[in-house]
């Protein structure tokens, strides 16, 4: 519910025996009324400005090496500052390839903990689930970075040697599971999918906590067991927002830079080996800055460039999503 | 009272006489696979935290919070001090921008713009900011601030209060969304204004939800690394309490640039920075836990 129109309770009327001016206060407070909703404006509109700014900001540093390069500042993978080359092609390929691989993981455990936590938990242990995946997320990236490098990825290696060794011969496997180096592809996708699991299950479980009760206990009442209930009345109706969640957590996978630049090897190279270091576009900014003068600083910033406008599209796109589930939540 | 373990097994028995075996299999299966996951996450959590608590503790003393960071990382010795002062400060530099301006721009979001086309773009606009990469904020940060003005903390806290902004508009909207409409009825029919409604009526009912929201948000932003690295001067190794002049290092910053180096004492060091930022972070997550909690009871009540 809307509050009720103001304009009816404050506006000036004629009250019998006086002007109402004491019931409605004075000119200064009406002036006080106008100039708090121009300042609150004014802070809303700087989401706005801010977004703006960003775009016009970056853009317009980056704007040497995009009438340098060109179109090639995308389709080109050879990046060699020193020559004045700069082509992105491999870094987008590895923000692309390792978030992939995150979804991969992440999707299935995060959608798995949404329905525990929603539909199959014991009354008790609901919240301490939700609780956990708080904590989970607030975990902050960098020191997941720093136990991927110095912990995952000298243990995992072996692994990926076996892994390797073990399908080597198999055609697409054997073609996907190659190489043997702990910084890779597939350490940072790993990283990156504990990191993007607190976000798609909570997302998720808004989704699912939509669906309207009456839908289960139809199920149920068919004789459904909780899987065929889930899969006929829980899924079918959040299948949209589900799928929002997840771009979401894409988007937040592509931006996310140190843990990424800690464990992915900093290598660039356009390969289907997952177990090869790589190189991701938030991961060479963070890396290459520091050293960075004229236009390979210019090339950096373009990276981002090219990073915010593809996070804004999945974003977009995904709040579109999620937002049709939010108005049916709170049925309008 | 019913005796619920008595009820499990009727539902048991029930669910075997009328159930086929590979229906009942697959709803077994579907079990395993979501307690499987929530397993499979805590794990991780279990582990890194272990590892944080069990690889940091050895490197906190007193001089871990009070010297200055050592002139040569790799050998042992020297704190962490000024790296704990800059994270706090920075984080408050950003929280004192950001709250005032998330809780204003959520005001008007919810009770001046409503439905209207202008708070539903804002809205929008806000959830697409928090899509926003850090490091990309950090980028933005460095093109219109540092470029002009050179490094110092307070880049790091403009960088910061963006990441916070749109979240603490959301967060707040949505607490101002649980105040109900009778409490504003009631103060017009007082006589009051409605600017005076929302900030002696409206905001202090919805006072609890609002700070558990703006605790989560520099929570988020303590441990932000990225948009920190090149705006901030990060290779100070002396305490600077000035967020507007000179150097200034953080927590997360110092974890980064240890972690990469392959000597045992500077690894020591990135572990300790892991646990004070972790503590630090924690602080406020769990705060946020205890101040909803509260706020929850009292409207149960």
């Known amino acids: ?332 | 009272m019913t005796d619920l373990s008595f009820d499990r097994e009727a539902e048991r028995l029930l669910l075997e006489a009328t159930t086929s075996r590979s229906r009942r299999v697959k709803d077994r299966l579907a079990s395993v696979w979501m307690v499987g996951s929530v397993v499979v996450a805590v794990v991780p959590l279990a582990i890194v935290v272990a590892y944080v608590v069990a690889k940091g503790a050895s490197a906190l003393s007193v001089d871990w919070f009070t010297k200055d960071l050592p002139a040569v990382t790799r050998k042992a010795g020297g704190g962490m001090g000024p790296a704990i002062v800059g994270t706090l400060l920075i984080t408050a530099g950003a929280a004192l921008m950001a709250i005032p301006l998330g809780v204003l721009g959520a005001v008007y979001l919810h009770e001046y713009g409503g439905r209207g086309r202008l708070a539903g773009l804002i809205r929008f606009m806000a959830d697409v900011m928090t899509g926003v990469p850090s490091i990309v904020m950090g980028l933005f940060i460095y093109t219109v601030f540092t470029l002009r003005f050179g490094l110092m903390g307070f880049g790091g806290s403009l960088a910061l209060a963006c990441l916070m902004l749109p979240i603490i508009i959301r967060s707040t909207e949505e607490m101002l969304r649980l105040v109900p409409d009778e409490l504003r009825q009631g103060s017009y029919a007082l006589g009051n204004r409605q600017w005076r409604t929302v900030v002696t009526v409206v905001l202090p009912a919805a006072f609890g939800g609002i700070v558990s929201g703006v605790m989560l948000a520099i929570a988020r932003a303590a441990g932000e690394t990225a948009p920190l690295v090149f705006v901030i001067g990060a290779a100070a190794r002396s305490l600077n309490t000035d967020l507007f002049s000179g150097n200034m290092t953080a927590l997360s910053v110092q974890i980064f640039s240890n972690a990469q180096t392959p000597f045992a004492a500077a690894q020591t060091r990135a572990w300790g920075a892991a646990l004070t930022l972790i503590a630090i972070v924690f602080l406020f997550t769990i705060l946020a836990r205890v101040v909803s909690a509260r706020v929850a009871r009292r409207h149960n009540a």
């Open chain 1, 1 to 332: 519910m809307a509050s009720p129109p103001v304009d009816e309770l404050t506006a000036p009327r004629v009250v019998p025996g006086g002007d109402g001016s004491a019931l409605l206060g004075s000119g200064s407070s009406r002036r006080g009324d106008s100039l708090f909703r121009w300042v609150a404006l004014l802070a809303g509109l700087v989401v706005l400005a801010v977004l703006a700014l960003i775009a016009w900001s970056t853009t317009k540093e980056a704007w040497p090496v995009f009438r340098e390069e060109g179109l090639s500042f995308v389709t080109s993978d050879t990046w060699i500052p020193a020559e004045g080359k700069y082509g992105a092609l491999a870094f987008i390929y590895g923000t692309i390839l390792s978030s992939l691989i995150a979804l991969v993981l992440a999707v299935p455990v995060s959608l798995g903990i949404a329905l525990y936590a929603n539909e199959a938990a014991p009354r008790r242990l609901r919240k301490p689930v939700v609780y956990v995946m708080d904590l989970l997320a607030a975990i902050p990236s960098v020191v997941y970075g720093l136990w991927g490098v110095l912990v995952l990825a000298p243990a995992i290696q072996p692994v990926y040697r076996s892994i390797s060794d073990a399908v080597g011969d198999v055609p697409v496997l054997g073609w996907l599971f190659n190489g043997t180096s702990g910084r890779s592809f597939m350490t940072a996708g790993i990283i990156l999918a504990v990191m993007i699991t607190p976000i798609i299950t909570s997302l998720s479980r808004e989704v699912i906590a939509t669906v309207p009760p009456a839908q289960r206990e139809a199920a149920y009442g068919m004789g459904a067991t909780r899987w065929e209930m889930i899969r006929s009345a829980v899924l079918p109706w959040s299948r949209g927002g589900i799928v929002g969640a997840v771009m979401l957590g894409l988007g937040r996978a592509m931006g996310e830079t140190i843990a990424v630049a800690l464990v992915i090897g900093s290598q660039a190279q356009i390969t289907a080996h997952l177990f090869e270091p790589g190189d991701s576009m938030a991961a060479v900014i963070v890396n290459q800055f520091g050293e960075a003068a004229g236009t390979h600083r210019a090339a950096l910033i373009g990276l981002g460039v090219v990073l915010f406008v593809v996070t804004i599209v999945v974003n977009v796109s995904a709040r579109s999503i999620v937002g049709r589930f939010d108005r049916r939540m709170r049925g309008a």
